[in-house]
């Protein structure tokens, strides 16, 4: 009996592994008034002295009256997981094919300003077409690169309900993906961007991943672009084409350009400072490292391809934008850490 590619993807490797890594597994889909949910369900096993094993539930709602958030961490024994199977427990939060829910109650503004009451969530989750980023599955399974991505969902739809503070709020087929990435240590620099819901194109989706290679004293850039529409799917991670790709971060903006043969993608991403959160990721060894994320950037994306012509794509709100390590603005605070 043959399994769906997420089901391989989704697998956790905290189970298979006792070496010191980060885990996590995420979640992300928006609404028709514009708001937006990001869940994320965090492994971290530190380096020896650097404190105890933990998992953590996070989640930030961006509605149109502001954006609330929390991290709750939990002790190993409050973790578990299936080694055969798509399966991950943290605290009151569950992971798996086809479902998610969970629970945070230490609520916060992006400001840290200590809020009333719980944010939970029930979904179901649709099966979507899976994004392997790197060119060589072996490559998952290699010591380079460190950090491992996919999105074993890159594009499907959301059901279920948020309870905001008390507010129910029903969840009906809302466009989003969700993703994996592990590694030995959270990475130094990164740069990744989605889209679910561009305008008049409610069925494409949109991802890219920019991040540095460590090769010697040396930092070498990537980006690998990835676009779905009209049921054609064009990916843009040949090592030689990542290698030369165009890729600019400047504050809360993003410019990317690749190609290979007569297929060109080139975009831009930009996040307004009052839709975006600081995040502090601790690291395995102890480290924290800065990220940013704003579940309602903008996005202009253009295509040139055969059987597609030439075509921009565009979104005012249902773009994700996430900007880490050295690629993050500091002058954005975080709001929780975990």
Partial sequence: MSIHPSEKWNRVRWACDTRPCVESLFLKFHLPDHSAFWARYSLRRPAPGQGDAVGCLWAIYAGPDGTV????????????CAKSRFWLRI????????RATGRVDRLVSPGK????GSMSWDLTIDSGPTLIHLPYETMYDSFMP????????VSTRFHGTLRIQGREIRVGSAPGMQGHNWGAA??????????AGFEGEGDAAFEAVGSRLPLGPLQMPVTMLY??????EFLLNNPARMLMARSNVKGLSWQFESSVGRVRLDGTIVARPEATVGLDYVSSDGQTVRCINSNQASASI??????IGERVLQTGHAATLELGGTEAPMEIQAAVRG
């Fill in 91 to 98: 605290g009151p939060g569950e992971l798996s094919t086809g």
């Fill in 69 to 80: 958030m929390a991290c709750d961490e939990y002790p190993a024994s409050d973790v578990d």
């Fill in 302 to 307: 253009r295509v040139r391809a055969p059987g």
């Fill in 227 to 232: 676009l779905r529409l009209k049921g054609q």
């Fill in 186 to 195: 959270v990475s130094p620099s990164w740069a990744w961007c989605h889209v």
């Fill in 146 to 153: 460190r950090n491992k991505i996919v999105s074993p969902l």
């Fill in 113 to 116: 300003t200590v809020l009333p």
